[in-house]
C-alpha cells in the first residue's frame, strides 16, 4: 500500500517570506498524480496544486510551486511571498494512475501552517 | 454551481443510534467517496463508487454502509454508531475520464459526535 509522510506536522513563515513543507511518499507504480490540499479553519479542503509524475516539469500556480524529485520519491511545496491567508493545514496526497489505486487518495497526516504578520 | 453538497453539518448520536449522511454532486462526476479526518490521521477512505450501482470499500469500511442507485446521490449509512466514529466526514466526487479525473472536488465536511 502506498504511504505519505509529511515530517513536519507544525511550521511557521513570517509574512512576505518563502516557506517550503516536505512530503514523502512510498510507492512501486511508476505513473501516479500527487497533490497538495489546503484546509483553512473554515474545513473546506481547497486544491493547491497536482503533479503528473511522467512530467518532468515542477508544476506551479502562482505563488504555489513544487520539487517533484521521483526517483527520491519526494514532492515540496513551495511558497512564495507568503500572506496571511496561507495559514492553514496542508495535506500532501496521492493517487494511482490506474486499476484499483486510482480509486483511491492516500492522504499525509497535514502540516500546520502558520504565517506571522 | 452547487458542486458538492453534504448534510447535516453538525450531528450529535447517543451510542448505537443509526443515521445516514447525505452527499449529493451536480457536476455528473462518476466518481463518489466519503473520506473521515481525526486529528494527526490526515483523511482516511472509507467508500467508494465508480458509478450507480457500483460501490466498494476503502481503507476503514467497518461500521459503514453505502449505496448508489443515482448518479448524483451517494449516502453514508452509520447503522450502529460507536464513539469511534466521532470524527468528520466529508464527500468527495470527480470525473473517471479526461483532464479532471483525478481532481476530487469535496464537500464541505459534515461533523459527528457519538456520545
Known amino acids: 500500500a502506498q504511504t505519505v509522510t509529511q515530517s513536519q506536522p507544525e511550521m511557521s513563515v513570517q509574512e512576505a517570506e518563502t516557506v517550503t513543507l516536505s512530503c514523502t511518499y512510498d510507492?512501486?507504480?511508476?505513473?501516479?498524480?500527487l497533490f497538495w490540499y489546503k484546509q483553512p479553519p473554515s474545513r473546506q479542503m481547497i486544491l493547491v496544486i497536482r503533479?503528473?509524475?511522467?512530467?518532468?516539469q515542477n508544476a506551479t500556480e502562482n505563488r504555489f510551486s513544487v520539487n517533484f524529485q521521483k526517483a527520491a520519491k519526494s514532492f515540496s511545496l513551495k511558497i512564495s511571498d507568503s500572506q496571511l491567508g496561507d495559514a492553514a493545514m496542508y495535506f500532501c496526497a496521492y493517487r494511482g494512475y490506474s486499476g484499483a489505486g486510482s480509486y483511491q487518495l492516500t492522504f499525509g497526516k497535514g502540516t500546520k501552517l502558520s504565517v506571522i504578520p | 454551481n452547487a458542486g458538492v453538497t453534504q448534510t447535516p453539518k453538525f450531528q450529535v448520536l447517543k451510542t448505537g443510534q443509526s443515521m445516514t449522511l447525505q452527499c449529493a454532486q451536480d457536476?455528473?462526476?462518476?466518481?463518489m467517496s466519503w473520506y473521515r479526518q481525526d486529528p494527526g490521521m490526515g483523511l482516511r477512505l472509507i467508500h467508494y463508487s465508480v458509478g450507480a450501482g457500483i460501490t466498494d470499500q476503502g481503507e476503514v469500511p467497518n461500521g459503514y454502509n453505502v449505496s448508489r442507485s443515482t448518479t448524483e446521490d451517494f449516502p453514508l449509512r452509520l447503522l450502529s454508531a460507536a464513539p469511534s466514529q466521532t470524527s468528520v466526514y466529508f464527500c468527495?466526487?470527480?470525473?473517471?475520464?479526461?483532464?479532471?479525473?483525478?481532481?476530487?472536488?469535496f464537500g464541505a465536511g459534515s461533523r459527528l459526535t457519538v456520545l
Open positions: 503533479q503528473e509524475a511522467y512530467k518532468q
Open positions: 510507492t512501486s507504480e511508476s505513473d501516479y498524480y
Open positions: 457536476m455528473n462526476h462518476e466518481y
Open positions: 468527495a466526487s470527480s470525473y473517471l475520464q479526461g483532464y479532471g479525473a483525478n481532481v476530487l472536488t
